[in-house]
Each structure stands twice: as structure tokens, then as C-alpha cells.
């Protein structure tokens, strides 16, 4: 069959020339749409992290959490062995099983801080991490969060289930200024009430051994002047003693922690 012609402005075109260069100024219009697609949708995802653009055809995004290590002991006197550990962060969540000496260590995909529980029998301990890196869990721990619960007009209970999804709890359990003040509270309002003196005050981070000196024998020497009860957990004396403390000094305004190591705070932690 002989050609089909068009006449295209005043020319004899055949058919399948006019087709190809209609394609190729199709293609000259869609391409230009398309990288305007991809940089606008780019720029949309720059803020939630991770992001790349892939050809022409579209573009692509994801906002993954930062892998983080964490590590510490359970103990309450002696140690929690085989107790169940659980990591609650401001994004992303784990778990591990502590050793016989009460040591765990998590290795997950998460954004700080976390929350931690540990589960041993009918009782639970809690903790927190703001940072990679060592973060026990003990009774001193558990009254540390009582402290900074306080500290923002709330009960411990209060702190934990409103945790995941209030950005203000998120933000002074990442700040390292209020936490380490409010460890350094407890100390001070313990060694003051039950006239003890411990010889380790930076009881969240310090790595210890279950039975030997330091961080141990600090929780041996609160049980036995009752701050700590039978069952491992702190007297109700004592919870009452550190929220007092804590409501007495509240949290006025927090700056966004930096680089992992905490902000400032309006407000700083003491004694009654």
C-alpha cells in the first residue's frame, strides 16, 4: 500500500515522520514535567529524612530511625537474671532478655529517648536512655523517672503511658541537663532522709557488677536503711519523699536537646 501524505503547513509530510516527531515533542513536554514532579516532591521530602530521586520517573523517600546501642544492668540488691527488657522510644520500640548478672544490650533501629521496663516475677523497674550507650535500671532509676514525673505535674504512670505520643515528655527525657539534674535530686534528698551516703551518685550510667562495690552496694545500703523494700522495689516512703522534691522544683521551659548531649533547662533539680 503506497504511504499516506499530510499536509502540514503547506508540506507533504508522510505519515510516520509526523508520528515520530510528535512523540519526541511529547516526550519534550512530559520530561520537564516530570523533573519539576521529582524536585517539588524532594523538597516535600527533605524534612522527614532520608530521600533520593531516581531518574525521571519519580521520586522516592524514606525516614528511618538511627541504629542505637544500648546496655546496662538490672538489679535491685541483687540481680534481675532472665528478666524481660523493653525498649519504648519517641520512635521505634525493642526488647531483650538480661543475662544471668542482669546485663542486657539492645542493638535496634530507633530515634531517643526510650523509656525502659524491665520485668522480673510481679515486678517491674523502670529507666531511660537519652543517648546511646550505658543506661541501668534500678530502684534509684525508678525513683529518678518519680522525680522528673513530678517535675512536669504528672505521676510516674503518667509519665510512661503519655510518653509515645507527647512531644513534651519526649523532650525532657532526651535532655541530659534535666535528667542528670534530677539523678543528681535523688541523690541528694536519699543520702539527706535515710542518712546513707552513696558512693556512686551517677547511678543511671555507670556500669556495675552485681555484688561488688559501687552502684551494688549503694542499693544494699538504701534497702537496708528502707528506702528500698523487700521486694526489691522503693518504699512508698521514698516514692513520696522524691515527688515531693520534684513538684517542688518543676520544669519551666526545656531547649531542644543538640547532638544528643542534652540542652538547658529553666529549672534545675535540689532538695525539699
Known sequence: MAPVHLHVTGLLMPSHQWQADMNTDDARLAR?????????????????????????????????????????????????????????CAQ??????????????????????????????????????????????TPETELMLVYLAAQLGTTESGLIAGFPGNSRFQ??????????????????????????TLTAPAFLTTPFVVGQAGVDSDLGALATAGAIDANGMPDPAAVSLISAAGAAHPLTTTSAPSSGTGGTTGATGGMM
Do not use: E, W
Not at 109 to 124: D, K, Q, R, Y
Open 92 to 137: 521505634g520500640s525493642g526488647s531483650a532478655l538480661s543475662d544471668g548478672g542482669g546485663h542486657y544490650n539492645i542493638t535496634f533501629n530507633a530515634t531517643l529517648p526510650c523509656i525502659l521496663a524491665v520485668t522480673s516475677g510481679g515486678m517491674t523497674l523502670h529507666s531511660l536512655g537519652f543517648a546511646g550507650g550505658t543506661f541501668n535500671t
Open 32 to 88: 520537564p514535567g516530570l523533573a519539576a514532579l521529582c524536585v517539588a516532591s524532594l523538597a516535600a521530602l527533605v524534612g522527614c529524612g532520608g530521600n533520593a530521586c531516581i531518574g525521571l520517573d519519580g521520586c522516592s523517600g524514606a525516614n528511618v530511625a538511627p541504629s542505637v546501642v544500648l546496655s546496662g544492668t538490672a538489679a535491685t540488691g541483687k540481680a534481675l537474671a532472665s528478666a524481660m527488657v523493653s525498649f519504648t
Open 171 to 196: 523532650q525532657v527525657l532526651a535532655n541530659q541537663t534535666d535528667v542528670l539534674a534530677a539523678q543528681s535530686a535523688v541523690v541528694a534528698n536519699l543520702q539527706s532522709r535515710y542518712s546513707v
